[in-house]
């Protein structure tokens, strides 16, 4: 099992930018399809970036596209989500997560997630 820990979260203005991280401790992730999702109070989950193992194929939710980058570094075990020009709507905790199957873009077809890093934006 793998076990993800997020962080680079943190309070920041509209149209700053924030880098999270989400490391993998365990076992390996090269081969694993791992995405990003957020969760805003009230709200269900959403599916915000995923990248797949060579790090080459990516995609993003239509709310943060061209803003928001998604990377990987298999040789520290490392998914990285650079999010530039941050809006208050953006506001949530994110979390990293490994795909186990299914719709990358479905949180039920993720088996193992991060406890979550919180973002704040303000206006």
């Known amino acids: 099992q793998v076990q993800l820990v997020e962080s680079g979260g943190g309070l920041v203005q509209a149209g700053d930018s924030l880098r999270l991280s989400c490391v993998a401790s365990?076992?390996?992730?090269?081969?694993?399809?791992m995405g990003w999702f957020r969760q805003a109070p009230g709200k269900e989950r959403e599916f915000v970036a995923v990248i797949w193992p060579s790090g080459t194929i990516t995609n993003y939710a239509d709310s943060v596209k061209g803003r928001f980058t998604i990377s990987r570094d298999n040789a520290k075990n490392t998914v990285y989500l650079q999010m530039n020009s941050l809006q208050p709507l953006d506001t949530a905790v994110y979390f990293c997560?490994?795909?186990?199957?299914?719709?990358?873009?479905?949180?039920?077809?993720?088996?193992?997630w991060g406890r979550g890093t919180q973002v704040t934006v303000s206006s």
């Open positions: 997560a490994r795909r186990s199957a299914g719709s990358v873009y479905l949180a039920p077809s993720y088996d193992n």
């Open positions: 365990g076992r390996t992730f090269n081969g694993d399809v």
